[in-house]
């Protein structure tokens, strides 16, 4: 064990330079495809396997606490473990650079898009990789649960969790309660492992980071509020997406569904169609799925008065990041040091175990909702009762799809190619069958 400040990190190897620390977030943001389920899977193998630079346990509870927090999961997850590694330097290192590769993509197809509209050739290639990232996610899936479920409680709770939100639609927050009041209650008692007991942070200065980031996020904002005429629509979005960010619990998935009706509805700043391509673009690209708020702050600003401004574009998706991603930086900053505090106090340890039992059964249910619809062009969300079902339409069933995704499989399961050169040849893949097809 080496300390790191008031922390105690299990010493698997040495703690990587900065720079080796930059290549490999750099990496994993340029492969981060396939939304939170499949970055936290990429992540997982890459820093906790492969690296070793965090402990599987370690890894676990910190992704247990990020999805107590609203906004990208995954994005959070990468911030705590750069900052766990470097400090601040690192949370900002990890999180600036799982986000800019794909924010970069998807603000050139957004260009693309507004000018041209839809481009066959490039949804062909990203197509073909959503079927590769499908089978980083499943087998991804079989070594988190291996890992995090213990006992029998935590195979219910995980069970339990993704029942309640597959197929009751029950609020992610509300899950992530009642996992945490369970475990607290009655998994208190397994934790009797002899793990040092953590300094409780000072509150002082969990309020000095908490203010910083909040004027780092928010001035910016409010400085725009004094815009008028057509930048209007740049305050406007800066403060929609900066409730989204406050109000969204449950992630990329959980802001769609805020995000919709309102941007197509009540503002209408997209009309519905646009807003579907928008989430197309954002699945099939790397970075966080959240990324789609990038594309409708551009789209939103580049027509707004039909004025079709290049220049408003750019300026709408730079304030659409902004306020999508300032605020995850300060969640991760002022309440990241109190991880290893609460692992180490019994009850408190018991509710983060029934919190990452839960995870399981969430990222089975990210895990379902993705496959149904890679393999299936037509899914519909039925309900029955109390139930909800997605149910796809078997006759919509793309055998290209099952091909890339079962060669996908042999590459990477039975030959253990590397995930750069499995996406490429998917991407090939795909592309061929859509030619011959």
Not at 405 to 434: D, E
């Amino acid at each position: 064990m080496e300390n790191i400040g008031t922390l105690q990190v299990e010493k698997a190897e040495a703690q990587p330079h900065l720079l080796q620390s930059f290549r490999v977030w750099a990496m994993i943001g340029l492969l981060s495809f396939g939304g939170p389920a499949a970055q936290i899977s990429l992540m997982h193998r890459v820093i906790v396997e492969e690296k070793k630079w965090l402990s599987e346990k370690q890894y676990l509870n910190a992704l247990s606490f990020c999805m107590l927090l609203p906004g990208p999961e995954a994005m959070q997850l990468a911030t705590y473990v750069g900052w766990r590694l470097h400090g601040v330097a690192g949370g900002l290192m990890a999180g600036l650079l799982f986000v800019i590769p794909g924010a970069i993509v998807v603000l050139s197809l957004a260009m693309i898009y507004a000018a041209f509209g839809q481009v066959p050739i490039i949804e062909t290639l990203f197509f073909g990789i959503k079927a590769a990232v499908l089978v980083i996610v499943i087998e991804a899936l079989l070594r988190v649960s291996r890992k995090a479920l213990h006992s029998k409680e935590h195979w219910l709770i995980a069970g339990v969790s993704f029942v309640a939100i597959f197929f009751l639609g029950l609020p992610f927050p509300v899950i992530v309660l009642m996992a945490a009041l369970y475990g607290f209650v009655r998994l208190s008692q397994e934790n009797t492992d002899d793990d040092p007991v953590a300094a409780r942070p000072k509150l002082s200065r969990t309020l000095r980071t908490t203010l910083l980031w909040s004027a780092i996020w928010l001035v910016p904002i409010i400085a725009l509020s004094n815009a008028t005429g057509s930048n209007q629509i740049l305050s406007d979005l800066g403060w929609f997406f900066s409730k989204l960010a406050v109000v969204t619990f449950g992630g990329a998935y959980a802001v769609l569904a805020y995000m919709g009706q309102d941007v197509v509805v009540t503002n209408g700043w997209l009309n519905a169609g646009q807003m579907m391509d928008g989430l197309g673009l954002a699945e099939t690209t790397p970075g966080p799925l959240i990324l789609v708020t990038e594309f409708v702050g551009y789209l939103s600003a580049y027509q707004h008065d039909n004025g079709n401004s290049f220049v408003m574009g750019l300026m709408g998706a730079m304030v659409a990041l902004w306020a999508t991603f300032a605020p995850c930086f300060m969640w991760i900053f002022a309440g990241a040091p109190y991880i290893e505090w609460i692992n180490s106090q019994p009850r408190l340890k018991g509710a983060l175990s029934g919190i990452t039992a839960a995870v399981v059964g969430v990222i089975l249910n990210l895990s379902v909702w993705f496959a149904v619809h890679v393999f299936f062009e037509e899914v519909a969300l039925e309900q029955r009762g109390i139930l909800q079902l997605w149910v796809p339409d078997l006759a919509s069933l793309d055998w290209s799809v099952v091909i890339v995704s079962l060669i996908s499989g042999v590459l990477l399961l039975r030959l253990h190619w590397k995930i750069p050169t499995v996406l490429c040849m998917a991407a090939a893949t795909a592309f061929i069958l859509k030619s011959i097809y």
